[in-house]
């Protein structure tokens, strides 16, 4: 490990505008003070001239960039990159080892009766759930809504149908091991919980209080917040496997083209048009916030704001773009 500072940093302006870089030399970045840097409160439309010390023939080039952090180690900086570009996720998974080991006759025996407390519990869960359901009421503007039997009546049905189908593996089905056992309860718990949450998702759009409005709204932060969009928007930013994805499809649903082709998400001066002010986006943008961090344990507010910045940056590029063909056309017509 080199005890030289190095830095991740993100190119703006010129042919490699939006692209990063891995390991520049902090002492190459002009005035960049290492005492105030934080990674997690730099704004993120600040930038820093680097220069380019490649070559023993000065002068040396100078480019614009942002710095997204710094540090001595090189393989920290490229795993914080492939992070920042979502190839892999920000935590290290458990790892789980198992023995695989012959089991003794005790161990079989002791298996069976695991699995007959697991039947139990599980119908003992499904029972709780039900209960739950009964308990559970959904109120917007003080009007409480009850769940139909009819549902009820529909889970414990198909409750019972999985139970007899658990029976019959449990019962036919030839000694596995323990690896394949535990992937195969793994499975069923995903299951169970992709079914709970599309019931639960399902209920709360089809029974909210009014459901002229509600059923085509879905509420954006916390609650109560006032900002709601329509569920096609919602949904179709849900797709989205990254919270900054995620929180550029929200941002152009909340606000007019024209807003966002004049703002930055936290305001302050045009780094590439200095004379161009930027308005920071309304209190709405706090709703997206909020909303992303909910989602994704793996939210950054500067990565965020680097994000939603770009993507402003390029519909600026677009809309001139377009401006000067237009232009073009109008004058080829006169």
């Known amino acids: ?119 139990s519990s599980e119908k003992s869960s499904k029972n709780g759930k039900v209960n739950e359901i009964l308990k559970r009421k959904c109120s917007k503007n003080h009007k409480s809504i009850e769940i139909d039997e009819e549902e009820i009546k529909e889970t414990e049905n198909n409750d019972d149908l999985e139970d007899s189908e658990s029976e019959r593996d449990e019962d036919g089905a030839e000694e596995v091991s323990p690896s394949d056992l535990l992937k195969k309860m793994y499975r069923e718990i995903q299951t169970m919980k992709a079914a709970q949450a599309d019931f639960i998702q399902n209920y709360a759009q089809n029974h909210r209080g009014n459901a002229e409005d509600n059923n085509t709204q879905q ?18 930013a849900v797709q989205k496997h990254t919270y900054q994805s995620m929180g550029s499809s929200l941002i152009q649903v909340l606000f007019p083209t024209e807003v966002l082709l004049e703002s930055n998400l936290r305001g302050n001066k045009s780094k590439i048009d200095k004379n161009a002010p930027r308005p920071a986006l309304d209190q709405n943008k706090v709703t997206v916030e909020e909303t992303l961090k909910s989602r994704f344990p793996d939210y950054k507010k ?10 402003l940056n390029d519909l600026r590029k677009k809309n001139a773009h377009i401006a000067e063909e237009n232009n073009e056309e109008n004058n080829e017509d006169q």
């Not at 509420?219 to 179709?236: H, M, Q, R, T, Y």
């Open 1 to 119: 490990m080199s005890d030289e500072l190095l830095a991740l940093v993100k190119w703006i302006g010129g042919k490699d505008d939006g692209q990063f870089t891995v390991g520049i030399p902090v002492m190459w970045i002009k005035d960049f003070d290492l005492n105030v840097f934080d990674p997690e409160s730099e704004d993120s439309d600040t930038s820093y001239v680097v220069e380019w010390r490649v070559g023993k023939k000065k002068p040396w080039l100078y480019f614009d960039a942002q710095v997204i952090v710094i540090s001595k180690n090189l393989e920290f900086l490229n795993r914080e990159l492939r992070v920042l570009e979502g190839q892999i996720s920000p935590y290290k998974p458990v790892q789980v080892s198992y023995s695989k080991k012959s089991k003794s006759s005790n161990d079989t025996s002791t298996e069976s009766e695991s699995k007959k407390k697991r039947l």
């Open 219 to 236: 509420e954006l932060g916390k609650a109560g917040s006032g900002v709601s969009i329509s569920i096609e928007s919602w949904n179709a």
């Open 302 to 311: 500067s990565y965020f704001g680097s994000t939603i910045n770009n993507m």
